[in-house]
């Protein structure tokens, strides 16, 4: 069964930077998806970025590309999130999620962690 365990997490001013991670477990990654969304108070759940974990390819929502960097450490079975030029708009809490392939739908979810950026 997948595990993941989201962290860091908080409050950051605008122009700032954080970097999530979302700590993976449970089986091997190979040919596995992985991917970032994201869910505003009262907005529904927003696609942030995914990426490939035996690849290393990636791919973004419009409104994070040229800020937001996902990556993978498969030594630590971690998948990151750096968000930097951080905007109020980007205050959400942010889900780390797993798939089997690129065919499926993302079928595992960690609990998320909250991002609030002040203006």
């Known amino acids: 069964q997948v595990q993941l365990v989201e962290s860091g997490g908080g409050l950051v001013q605008a122009g700032g930077s954080l970097r999530l991670s979302c700590a993976a477990s449970?089986?091997?990654?190979?040919?596995?998806?992985m991917g970032w969304f994201r869910q505003a108070p009262g907005k529904e759940r927003e696609f942030i970025a995914r990426?490939?974990?035996?690849?290393?390819?990636?791919s973004y929502a419009d409104s994070v590309k040229g800020r937001f960097t996902i990556s993978r450490d498969k030594a630590k079975n971690t998948v990151y999130l750096q968000m930097n030029s951080l905007t109020p708009e980007d205050t959400a809490v942010y889900y780390c999620?797993?798939?089997?392939?690129?065919?499926?739908?993302?079928?595992?979810w960690g609990q998320g962690t909250q991002v609030t950026v002040s203006s």
């Open positions: 990426i490939s974990w035996s690849a290393g390819s990636a």
């Open positions: 999620a797993a798939r089997y392939s690129v065919a499926y739908d993302f079928g595992s």
């Open positions: 449970g089986r091997t990654f190979n040919g596995y998806d």
